[in-house]
């Protein structure tokens, strides 16, 4: 059975910074796809960044680039998300979602965590 289970969210003020990861179980991690997507209340689930699964190829909302960072551990079967800068429109929850393209597995969604960026 997968498991995609966030942690790392919380409150934070506007400029500050928080690290977001997820732990991946129950699948071949280095076989997938990873990205974190992200839904504010009343809107629409949006992606923020994506990983390969090497961790060779990296893209990004153009919201947050220059201020998110992902990355991976494939000897951990984690991926984070350093989100700095933070402004109180990154206020979301915020998923991690698990996808192999050959053959297709997926995709696998955590339960998400919460990010408030308010003062």
């Known amino acids: 059975q997968v498991q995609l289970v966030e942690s790392g969210g919380g409150l934070v003020q506007p400029g500050g910074s928080l690290r977001l990861s997820c732990a991946a179980s129950?699948?071949?991690?280095?076989?997938?796809?990873m990205t974190w997507y992200r839904q504010a209340p009343g809107k629409e689930r949006e992606l923020v960044a994506t990983i390969s699964n090497t961790g060779g190829r990296t893209d990004y909302a153009e919201a947050v680039k220059g201020r998110f960072t992902i990355s991976r551990d494939n000897g951990k079967n984690t991926v984070s998300l350093q989100m700095n800068s933070l402004k109180p429109e990154d206020t979301a929850v915020y998923y991690c979602n698990a996808l192999r393209s050959f053959p297709r597995l997926g995709p696998y969604w955590g339960q998400g965590t919460q990010v408030t960026v308010s003062s």
């Open positions: 129950g699948l071949i991690f280095s076989s997938y796809q």
